[in-house]
């Protein structure tokens, strides 16, 4: 009865429960990939540059953010830098899983980090805190890489769509709001205790605040002071 | 500046940023304090994408009933808070964000 290990759970199983974690939301990730197709030919993007984007950058919203920077004509290092901001919220996130990859051979850490996008980091955290998951024991990072191919080929597929079908994705059906909406699935059922909450509404606030602010620095800024809010209130409790 | 080689760039710094922090890890001990903080990455950075996106479209700030991604998002809170269900907010947040741009038009 003392036994604390976690089941053995197979590396088949944890694989499909990854792609199945990741399902619901490529609901909302398939419009937000079609979308950045048609945006990026829209821009000025040759076909194959925007499809090869989808896998070499492999990062929705600094992909908008290029493609739209690239339509007004911005200078190529100012491109890349506000792209390269809008991605540094993937520091925490690689922080974050960190501590449970730790015991993965290098290839392994390789790969996952390549798949580690907002959506497959959301659904594979959880997992990973489950049932307080010993750190890189067992086979959740079978689950890390059901989740994260599952991502990956939705959203190269949605940008072949989104290329394919050019121009006759009307802007009036609001397609990109399924980002937002995805991430508000995400985020709500998480906000089980107050410093969360606060966390989250400040980093909210803050985020319209800051978002004058050049090169979407907003963004970073007001995720740290959400930070900052839920380790005050947590310390303080 | 050459498309491609712009991409090449941001691929690679976006990759750099990903690994960063996984192959770091162990090298050096991570203080008690930075381990505490990243329990609240999750909330902090979707928020703060979520936000800008309901609260300014367009650009402009709109904080009234009148804006339909704000009633839209608000109703997507409430449905994800109570069902947990991915699937049933996006869509019930999708279609009530075209039913009321339809409406207002």
């Known amino acids: 009865m003392e036994n604390k290990q976690p089941p053995f759970i197979p590396a088949r199983v944890e694989f499909l429960s990854g792609i199945k974690a990741e399902l619901p939301l490529l609901i909302g990730v398939v419009p937000f990939g ?8 829209t821009a000025g993007i040759p076909p194959a540059a925007a499809q090869a984007m989808s896998a070499i950058v492999f990062a929705g919203s600094s992909q908008f953010v290029l493609a739209q920077l690239i339509a007004v004509g911005v200078p190529g290092l100012v491109l890349i830098m506000t792209a390269g901001v809008v991605n ?13 990859l730790k015991q993965l051979k290098p290839l392994w850490k390789w790969l996952l980090a390549y798949l580690l996008t907002d959506e497959a980091y959301a659904v594979s955290i959880t997992h990973y805190a489950e049932e307080g998951a010993q750190s890189g024991v067992g086979n959740k990072h079978w689950f890390f890489l059901g989740a994260g191919l599952a991502l990956w080929s939705s959203w190269q597929l949605s940008t072949a769509l989104g290329i394919f079908l050019g121009t006759q994705v009307p802007e009036s059906w609001s397609l990109d709001f399924t980002l937002a909406l995805t991430f508000i699935a995400l985020v709500v059922p998480g906000l089980k205790d107050r410093p969360t909450t606060a966390a989250a509404l ?16 907003g963004l970073v800024a007001a995720a740290m002071v959400g930070i900052v809010v839920g380790m005050i209130l947590e310390v303080r409790q | 500046m050459n498309v491609w080689l712009i991409m090449l760039v941001t691929g690679l710094i976006t990759y750099g940023i990903r690994l960063s ?3 770091l890890y162990g090298k050096q001990e991570m203080p008690l304090r930075l381990q505490q903080a990243l329990r609240f990455v999750p909330p902090a950075v979707l928020s703060a994408i979520i936000s800008p996106e ?11 009933l009148e804006n339909p991604r704000l009633v839209a998002g608000v109703l997507a809170a409430f449905v994800a808070w109570r069902t947990k269900n991915v699937f049933l907010t996006i869509v019930i947040g999708m279609s009530t964000l075209l039913i009321l741009q339809n409406l207002f038009r």
Request: charged letters at 5%; glycine letters at 10%; a positive charge.
């Open chain 1, 34 to 41: 079609m979308i950045y197709g048609v945006l990026a030919l």
């Open chain 1, 88 to 100: 540094l919220r993937h520091a925490l996130y690689s922080a974050s899983v960190a501590p449970f």
């Open chain 1, 202 to 217: 400040a980093a909210g606030i803050c985020a319209v605040w800051f978002a004058g602010l050049p090169y979407k620095l």
């Open chain 2, 21 to 23: 922090m996984i192959v």
């Open chain 2, 54 to 64: 309901i609260l300014l479209p367009g650009g402009n700030l709109n904080a009234s």
